[in-house]
Antibody, heavy 121, light 110 residues
Framework: QLQLQESGSGLVKPSQTLSLTCTVS??????????WSWIRQPPGKGLEWIGF???????YYSPSLTSRVNISLDRSKNQLSLKLNSVTAADTAIYYC?????????????WGQGTMVTVSS | QSVLTQPPSASGTPGQRVTISCSGS????????IKWYQHLPGTAPKLLIY???ERPSGVPDRFSGSKSGTSASLAISGLQSEDEADYYC???????????FGPGTKVTVL
């Protein structure tokens, strides 16, 4: 059974770069039927789509984050990564990685448990 | 402010039917499929509905989805206490060239 686990720094200083990794187990990140995505949830707010990456490496990002975000795949480690630079307190959130099922209308069909990231000095 | 609109809350007694709406525009719901997710705080969100009205295996048939024009809805029939959660709609937006979530609806079982 496919499982996703987010990891990374839980505390990031303002203006620095947030770096997270999503480790995929129980299956290959290179399966052509799927893409991979990041979503976040600020405290007390709803889900916010960050972006996703196709197997080809083509990425799509939220317009509000596109100038600061980078999503990539590390096939050798079966991992998905997220980098968000120039962070502010508004980037404090629970960050989730999820599998994008291309056969199901790009539905996010498997999610990680999420990891809390706090931006504070 | 989200481009998709959902009521902030909905409620019902056990056994009742609850419906949650999701309103958008021609660039999102009007031209792309809608997905629905259930989210209990502290847990991973769960896919309930994809392609407007399809249920993944393991999702009870008490959950159903529909779409008409630029609006969609999620219905929960035979409401159970375990259905108390936040529910989000999601769709691709051609104008934004990205996906968008609705603001979420909190369902309370009275």
């Amino acid at each position: 059974q496919l499982q996703l686990q987010e990891s990374g720094s839980g505390l990031v200083k303002p203006s620095q770069t947030l770096s997270l990794t999503c480790t995929v187990s129980g299956g290959s990140i290179s399966n052509g039927g799927f893409s991979w995505s990041w979503i976040r949830q600020p405290p007390g707010k709803g889900l916010e789509w960050i972006g996703f990456i196709y197997q080809s490496g083509v990425t799509y990002y939220s317009p509000s984050l596109t100038s600061r975000v980078n999503i990539s795949l590390d096939r050798s480690k079966n991992q998905l990564s997220l980098k968000l630079n120039s962070v502010t307190a508004a980037d404090t959130a629970i960050y989730y990685c999820a599998r994008v099922n291309l056969g199901k209308g790009r539905a996010l069909d498997i999610w990680g448990q999420g990891t809390m990231v706090t931006v504070s000095s | 402010q989200s481009v998709l609109t959902q009521p902030p809350s909905a409620s019902g007694t056990p056994g009742q039917r609850v419906t949650i709406s999701c309103s958008g525009s021609s660039s999102n719901i009007g031209s792309n499929s809608i997905k629905w997710y259930q989210h209990l705080p502290g847990t991973a969100p769960k896919l309930l509905i994809y392609s407007n009205n399809e249920r993944p295996s393991g999702v009870p048939d008490r959950f159903s989805g529909s779409k008409s024009g630029t609006s969609a809805s999620l219905a929960i029939s035979g409401l159970q206490s375990e259905d108390e959660a936040d529910y989000y709609c999601e769709a691709w937006d051609d104008s934004l060239n990205g996906s968008v979530f609705g603001p979420g609806t909190k369902v309370t079982v009275l």
